[in-house]
Each structure stands twice: as C-alpha cells, then as structure tokens.
C-alpha cells in the first residue's frame, strides 16, 4: 500500500513537501507518480519518477516542483515551492505492482490567495 502525507493550508508564494511511503511492495524498479484532483475537475498527472530516476512534469508545474524517490526508504516525495491558488487540489501518489495500480489515500493541499 500507498501512504501519503504533508498536505496543508499554505499561502501562495510558499512550500509544502509531499510524502509518500510503500509498505507490502515491490518499490526500487517502480514508476512512481503524483496525481491531484480540484473540485469539479479531473484527476491530472502532476510528476512522474522513473526507476533510474529521470523525471517528467506537467507544464503548468514546472520549475516549482521537484519529485524525488528514496528507495532505501521505499519513499517518493514531491517538494513544491513557489505554490498558486491553482495548486489547491487532493494529492496523490500512485504506482503500479504485480500489474495492478496501487494508488495512496490522497493529501489536501490548500493554497490561499
């Protein structure tokens, strides 16, 4: 399972880092990724990290947000700095083990104007 965690209510301008630890699965060879979803919208692939490490972003969150694994600690992280109103959604994290989509129970983030 997926466990997520370091969600809040921040103002825009500041930084909050995301937290997500596996237990019970396979997690050095896995893709990892973080999604959100906003009130009335679809769920939106936020970053991806590769199992070597190379990384993929959104466009409307590059250059603000970094996602980083630990695979010591079976962790993936997401830092995000300089946030927006528009960043305001539930978060994420997902991977895929066994060929099934293991997805974590979501974190609010909140960002006020």
């Known amino acids: 399972q997926l466990q997520a965690c370091g969600g809040g209510l921040v103002q825009a301008g500041g930084s909050l880092r995301l937290v997500c630890v596996a237990s019970g699965i396979a997690f050095s060879g896995n893709v990892l990724s973080w999604y959100r979803q906003a009130p009335g919208k679809q769920r939106e692939l936020v970053a991806t990290i590769y199992s070597f490490g190379s990384t993929d972003y959104a466009d409307s969150v590059k250059g603000r947000f970094t996602i980083s694994r630990d695979n010591t600690k079976k962790t993936v992280y997401l830092q995000m700095n300089s946030l927006k109103p528009e960043d305001t959604a539930v978060y994420y994290c997902?991977?895929?083990?066994?060929?099934?989509?293991?997805w974590g129970q979501g974190t609010q983030v909140t960002v006020s104007s």
């Open positions: 997902k991977t895929r083990s066994g060929g099934v989509e293991i």
